[in-house]
């Protein structure tokens, strides 16, 4: 059957497919709109395949947190190429799973992607979105957060977002001492709140390189377990969020900054992800 322009740009309208891809797909289909638009998925199930083996290192972070700022949710949906992350489709689509995600607090990110947007899940989605833009695309990172309170922070290029669980809130607006903590794990990357907080096997593995640094420095051999520790603890100053001195004021721990806005105020645990490393 002839398959006419109104035709081509009606299909064009129902996927947001190109024009070229909706005629040859309508072509194929003879002129049946349900088996061209299954056609276009898979074209898209294709690209997908086709591009599997390609990094995913620009793209969006999203993060939304319910009215009372008790809890939140964090994605970041990833694409290859920073012209489609500004693409206006591309974070359309980061916001709706976000929402979705938001609702429905799926246990992992494969329980994300298999959650229902009408009749299609939010993986067969993206497999659409590939089909018509030609990069690979990802939710690539999904964490939930609940606590007192909880502060939001996406840095500048929204390629960082942090979430930080305050306790010994109070009720206190402790909204600003939230924005400063998050700033802080955004820009020197702790590992966990406290020591406390640390996998063991990090403890060991520094503990080895300490001894192994010992060792080449030439220290004497009943001396190296002490440095070795001293050295741990060093890295555990720095790298955990509330022994860290405070960017905006060094003579302060995040600990003691957090001690000053208000007594007993501290932090319950965080969340980062970054696009690109």
């Not at 035709?7 to 797909?25: E, F, I, P, S, Y």
């Not at 061209?36 to 390609?54: F, P, T, W």
């Amino acid at each position: 059957m002839a398959i006419t322009a109104q035709d081509v740009n009606k299909l064009r309208q129902m996927t947001g497919a190109g024009m070229m891809d909706c005629k040859k797909a309508l072509v194929e289909a003879e002129g049946d709109f349900e088996k061209a638009i299954e056609n276009l998925r898979k074209k898209g199930q294709k690209v997908s395949a086709s591009r599997a083996d390609r990094e995913t290192k620009e793209g969006s972070v999203f993060i939304k947190t319910n009215d009372d700022s008790t809890e939140a949710v964090l994605i970041s949906f990833t694409c290859e190429t920073d012209f489609v992350a500004k693409n206006e489709e591309f974070q359309a689509m980061g916001n709706e799973i976000l929402e979705l995600a938001f609702t429905n607090k799926p246990g992992d990110i494969e329980a994300l992607k298999a959650l229902k947007v009408g009749d299609l899940t939010v993986g067969e989605m993206i497999v659409e979105m590939i089909g018509k833009i030609g990069e690979k695309l990802d939710v690539s990172d999904y964490e939930t957060l609940s606590g007192e309170a909880v502060v939001p922070y996406i840095h500048a290029g929204s390629k960082l977002g942090v979430l930080v669980a305050l306790k010994g809130v109070d009720g206190s607006d402790v909204t600003d001492a939230g924005k400063d903590v998050a700033m802080q794990i955004a820009a020197m990357r702790p590992v966990a709140v406290d020591k406390d907080g640390v996998d063991q096997s990090i403890i060991d593995k520094e503990i080895e390189i300490g001894k192994e640094q010992a060792l080449a420095e030439g220290k004497p051999e009943n001396i190296i377990e002490k440095i070795a520790m001293g050295k741990v603890n060093k890295f555990l100053k720095d790298n955990t969020l509330l022994s860290q001195p405070f960017v905006k004021d060094n003579s302060k721990t995040i600990a003691q900054y957090l001690e000053s806005v208000k007594s007993g105020l501290s932090v319950q645990s965080f969340k980062r992800i970054a696009i690109g490393g």
